[in-house]
C-alpha cells in the first residue's frame, strides 16, 4: 500500500470512529482533529488553513461559547474547501462538515443545548442543599478533590450542605452514584434543568 493509499485508509477510519458518536458538532470536531493529526499534509492552502479554522469555531461550539458566527464560518470553510482542495481527503473532511452543520442539533448549540449529552461543558453535576445531610460519601469518592464540605458529626451541629467546586470536577459521575439521599443531579447549566443519566 502507497503512503497516499494508507492516508486515505486512515480517512476512512477516521469516518467510522467521527460516525460513532451521536451529536453533530461532536462528529465534525472529533473528524477535523483526527485529519489534522494525520491525514492533512499541508500542501494546498484552502485546506490546511480551512481545517485549522473550522477546528477552532467547533471547538467553541463543543465548549458552549459558539455563536452563529462560528456556524456561518464552518459553513464557508467546509465550502471552500469542498470546491479548492487539491485531493480528495481535504474534500471529503469538508464534506463530513457540510453533512452536519444545518441539522436542527448542530445550530442548537448556540442556544446552550447539547441534545445529544455529549458536549460535557453544557452540563453539570449539582448537590440540591435540601438534600444533602451531609453523610460525605461523596467526599469519599470524588478523585479531583472537587467535593467542598464537612462531614457531619452527630454532636454537632452548624454544618452546611456540601457543594461542587466546577472548576475541578471533571464529570465523572462517581458522586452522584453513591449519594444515598439523591442530593447531587446532572443539570443543563443553561436552564439548570435536571438530566436523566
Ligand atoms: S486537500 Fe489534500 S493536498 Fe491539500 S492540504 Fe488537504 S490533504 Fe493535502
Ligand atoms: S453524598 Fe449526598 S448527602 Fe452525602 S454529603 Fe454528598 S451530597 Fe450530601
Ligand atoms: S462528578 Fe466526579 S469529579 Fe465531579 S464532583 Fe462528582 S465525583 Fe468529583
Known amino acids: ?36 493529526s494525520g491525514p492533512m499534509c499541508g500542501k494546498c492552502f484552502p485546506c490546511s488553513f480551512g481545517s485549522y479554522e473550522a477546528r477552532v ?26 470546491e479548492a482542495s487539491m485531493c ?19 445550530t442548537d448549540h448556540v442556544s446552550g443545548v447539547c441534545a445529544q449529552r455529549e458536549c460535557m461543558d453544557y452540563f453539570k453535576y449539582t448537590v440540591i442543599p435540601d438534600k444533602c445531610n451531609m453523610c460525605g460519601d461523596c467526599l469519599d469518592v470524588c478523585r479531583d478533590n472537587a467535593i467542598i464540605g464537612e462531614k457531619r458529626k452527630s454532636y454537632l451541629s452548624g454544618y452546611s450542605p456540601f457543594e461542587i467546586a466546577q472548576k475541578r470536577c471533571s464529570k465523572c459521575g462517581e458522586c452522584m452514584k453513591v449519594c ?10 443553561k436552564e439548570s434543568e435536571i438530566v436523566e443519566v
Open 1 to 36: 500500500m502507497t503512503q497516499e493509499e494508507q492516508k486515505e485508509k486512515k480517512l476512512e477510519d477516521i469516518k467510522k470512529e467521527a460516525d460513532e458518536k451521536k451529536c453533530p458538532v461532536q462528529k465534525s470536531l472529533y473528524f477535523v482533529d483526527e485529519f489534522l
Open 57 to 82: 469555531r467547533l471547538r467553541r461550539l463543543a465548549g458552549g461559547s459558539g455563536s452563529g458566527e462560528d456556524i456561518a464560518a464552518v459553513k464557508r470553510i467546509a465550502s471552500n474547501m469542498s
Open 88 to 106: 480528495k481527503k481535504g474534500k471529503d473532511t469538508a464534506k463530513y462538515m457540510l453533512e452536519h452543520v444545518d441539522s436542527r442539533e448542530f
Open 180 to 189: 444515598p439521599t439523591g442530593g447531587i443531579v446532572f443539570v443543563s447549566v
